[in-house]
């Protein structure tokens, strides 16, 4: 068995958790060279702080935090619903048509057909969004044919369940990780699969899992059970020339996919839907419709850069150097990522048509991220005399 690094990341129960990533067990002495003491099979080599540096109005949530998709979708809906809106489960979407004033989806639930018209629709159904081919919009790229990966959540029992564990392999044998999910009593598995296995066409299983954990880790003892999903990820890298087609507009991984690598695709979904909305939210209540051209404009600079920062961290995780990657990835959940910012919080729409800078004394431009203001005295005391 190849020798592995082993990293350990602190389980994530609150933001602002401050706690030890730990580095155990062994380099080959090929991958860290003149430093012998890595070679210690099973001895704590290397502590760092995950949240080191202070919250600031620059960067008022340093680090990261792993939170479970179920758990972000639970606290959407939640929101949505406040005003008595749901989410409606089920429905296909079958054609859409579009002419000046509307657009016409018609939607399959339960074998039966629906029409529903509005003034606009927005396709976030994935990267392969049927609203997307319906509009014929191209969605260029790449795909990574000898790279893929086996994704799980599931239960794992053996395993300090405080921290998150990594093994980084010699050449060729790429990460292999394990994090614990607050709250949801299950762990996320990433682990990079040989190109000709044979599991892109068989389907995975727990024993899959447990198969690839054996032959890569060998740690005794741990058992992998009761899984949530488990699934095959082959590498994507594409994304859309335009975002919009008439009364049709895209977001999300409808608009961009790209590597796992750092995090990037639901912030980057998110803020295309933030974006978008309170600008349909204007227009809707009579703001001028080249409104909604700014979405694009802003939003497509955004994807491209998401997409080169993750490409190049994807081709950096995956190479042949572990000691490295190992501690740039240490690096990425410390807040220092060489390749960008993987909180988004220095994305800028500078330049845009709807930025417009009247003052240079500061260094905040029109566009930018208004940055957290502190209040030196917020309830000013009065007295009546």
């Known amino acids: 068995m190849a020798p592995f690094s082993r990293i350990q990341f602190p389980a994530q129960k609150e933001l602002r958790t401050r706690a030890r990533t730990r580095l155990r067990g062994s380099y080959s002495h090929h991958y860290r060279r003149g430093l012998p003491k890595l070679l210690t099979q099973g001895n704590v080599v290397r502590e760092a702080v995950m949240y080191d540096a202070p919250p600031v109005p620059g960067a008022p949530h340093p680090g990261s935090l792993m939170v479970g998709q179920q758990f972000t979708e639970a606290a959407l809906r939640e929101k949505l619903a406040s005003p008595g809106t749901r989410v409606e489960l089920g429905g296909e979407l079958v054609e859409l048509t579009q002419d000046r004033d509307q657009v016409t989806a018609s939607v399959r639930f339960d074998g039966q057909h629906q029409d529903i018209r509005a003034r606009y629709l927005i396709g976030c159904d ?151 909305g309170w600008k349909l939210a204007h227009v809707l209540r009579g703001a001028p419709e080249p409104l909604l051209d700014t979405y694009e404009e802003e939003r497509l600079p955004i994807a491209e850069h998401v997409l080169a920062s993750t490409t ?74």
């Open 126 to 276: 994935g990267g392969g969004s049927t609203v997307r081919k319906q509009v014929g919009i191209d969605f260029l790229g790449e795909t990574w044919e000898q790279q893929r990966m086996l994704f799980g959540n599931l239960r794992v029992g053996g395993l300090d369940a405080s921290v998150a564990h990594m093994w980084a392999a010699g050449p060729g044998g790429g990460m292999l990780t394990l994090a614990p999910m607050p709250r949801s009593g299950t762990w996320f598995f990433t682990a990079p699969l040989p190109p000709d296995d044979g599991q892109g066409t068989s389907p995975v299983s727990v024993e899959t899992f447990a198969d690839i954990f054996s032959h890569r880790v060998g740690t005794s003892g741990v058992r992998f059970h009761d899984a949530v999903y488990l699934s095959v990820y082959q590498v994507n890298i594409h994304m859309v020339d335009r975002y919009r087609d008439g009364r049709v507009f895209l977001a999300g991984d409808a608009a961009h996919v790209h590597t796992p690598a750092g995090g990037q695709g639901m912030n980057t979904g998110v803020q295309d839907a933030y974006n978008l």
């Open 312 to 385: 190049a961290r994807g081709r950096f995780w995956t190479s042949d150097d572990s000691a490295r990657v190992s501690e740039r990835i240490v690096g990425a959940f410390q807040g220092r990522d060489p390749f960008s910012d993987v909180s988004q919080l220095s994305i800028t729409y500078r330049g845009s048509s709807l930025a417009r800078d009247l003052d240079e004394a500061i260094g905040i431009r029109a566009g930018d991220r208004a940055p957290d203001a502190g209040m030196t005295n917020p309830w000013p005391t009065t007295s009546n005399e």
